[in-house]
């Protein structure tokens, strides 16, 4: 493979999780280095790469002159899945966004999914957002990775339209998507390194709002049951999710 492109960890995990022969839409590329990667490592592989800003656009275009990689790569500007024909991708990948825009960019979009077999998601904060929009638009969480890198924590979520499986449980399903269904299931050291840092931002957050002139009893609420749920999370004792 001649393929000198370097990504960063959590785009390569990203791109790990598209098939050979993927024709897929990096949606805010960027660079368009994570498409690069992909054709350079596929040369069965085709992507468009999507970005909003002209600044990036013109960079994009430059690396696929770079790569000779005019006849793999399409660099189009606009906004989230406006880029794209309908029934044109079978993949998309939206990383490095906060999960609330991901969100709102596969839901403005939805039109443009009525082919897309997998999507996958790297949210920066959020990630309940996106798992939440996967569920209830019948995309079905299939793999979840997490990663330490450049000092932050990141997800990486998987959702495939058809699937035999089901990763939630009706009685615990809010829990498994603050925290990640298949992510339960392991607890590896970086998943542990996260939640006790939210639990301890969370722990910050709660004793402001009782400071408060008038605090948000029902928010507040909120907020003790997903620190109860990360204390319980965060036990050492291998057990289901409860």
């Known amino acids: 493979m001649n393929n000198n492109l370097k990504l960063s960890n959590r ?24 498409p690069c990667y992909v054709c350079l490592s596929d040369p069965t592989a085709k992507a468009i790469a999507g970005e909003i800003n002209e600044g990036p656009f013109d960079s994009a275009k430059a690396t696929i002159r770079t790569y000779n990689l005019n006849e793999q790569v399409d660099v189009r500007l606009g906004d989230g899945l406006e880029v794209l024909q309908q029934e044109e991708v079978s993949q998309i990948i939206i990383a490095g966004m906060g999960g609330s825009l991901i969100k ?85 050291a970086v998943f542990k390194e996260k939640w006790t840092l939210e639990h301890q931002k969370l722990t910050k957050v709660i004793a402001q709002m009782r400071n408060a002139s008038t605090p948000d009893s029902s928010r507040i609420k909120l907020f003790e049951r997903e620190i109860a749920w990360m204390e319980e999370v965060l036990k050492d004792e291998k057990q289901s999710p409860k």
């Open 11 to 34: 785009l390569l995990t990203a791109a790990s999780f598209l098939p050979n022969g993927a024709y897929f839409a990096d949606i805010g590329s960027d660079h368009a280095y994570l």
């Open 104 to 188: 709102t960019i596969l839901e403005k979009g939805k039109s443009k999914l009525s082919r897309v077999e997998r999507i996958i998601a790297q949210p920066n904060v959020d990630a309940r957002n996106v798992r939440r929009w996967f569920y209830e638009n019948d995309y079905i969480l299939t793999h979840e990775a997490i990663l330490d890198e450049n000092d932050h924590i990141y997800e990486v979520l998987v959702a495939d339209k058809v699937s035999d499986s089901n990763p939630y449980s009706k009685e615990f399903m809010e829990k498994e998507l603050l925290f990640g269904p298949l992510l339960l299931r392991n607890k590896s």
